[in-house]
Structures are given as C-alpha cells and as structure tokens.
C-alpha cells in the first residue's frame, strides 16, 4: 500500500491555477522534509520543484518562485503545492517526495507517490 497518495491534478488553461495535495498514511516517528518534484513524462528525471521541512521552511525551484506556494499541515500529514499563474511549461507529472523516520531519528527513508498529471494548454 502506497504511503504517499497525491491529488488534484489536471487540465487548466495558461494563467489558470490548481491545487495539489499529497497524503500521508501509516505512523511514523516522524515525517522530515517532504516535497514536490515532477517530470516531463513518466520514468523521466524528477526535477525539485518545491521543498518544506518538518519546521515550514521553504525552497523553491527558480522557474516557481513567485507563482507555487508550498504548504504543510503536520497534523492532517498533507502537504499541498498552490500553483498560480500556470504555463505550458508547467505540463509535467508532479510527484509527492517525503523523507520518514519509522521508529527513531537515527534512520529515515525516501518514499514516492505516484504522480499526478498537470496539463496546462488551451
């Protein structure tokens, strides 16, 4: 079962904005530093879109900054990525990356959820 389950993809027109969620399940001793990244296809390289750590704080890739707005919510251990202003060459699968500790902070993992297509054309 996957752990990371990402939503909210979809077709928008070049201006427009969406919404992406990514859910974690499962308990963990702690979920570090989570993420977004996409690719231009499936199985193609993942590049860093927009970071937040356990703590809030943000980086952001250059081609983002000033139109996607990362967020998180510890307690519904979501995370969402706000992106306004879409162009073309935003058209990518998005992909939810998180780092977890399972049982104490001397050990943590990468996991992926499965991506979700955003598609921005007129």
Known sequence: QKQ???SGG???????????????SGSFFSINTMGWYRAQAPGKQRNLVATITSGGSTD???SVK???TISRDNA???IY???NSLKP??????YCKANFSPR???????DWGQGTQVTVSS
């Open 10 to 24: 979809g077709l928008v027109q070049p201006g427009g904005s969406l919404r992406l969620s990514c859910v974690v």
């Open 104 to 110: 104490s902070p001397t050990f943590s993992y990468d």
């Open 81 to 83: 990525l706000q992106m």
């Open 76 to 78: 519904k251990k979501t």
């Open 4 to 6: 990371l389950v990402e």
């Open 66 to 68: 000033g139109r996607f």
């Open 89 to 94: 060459e935003d058209t990518a699968v998005y």
């Open 60 to 62: 952001y890739a250059d």
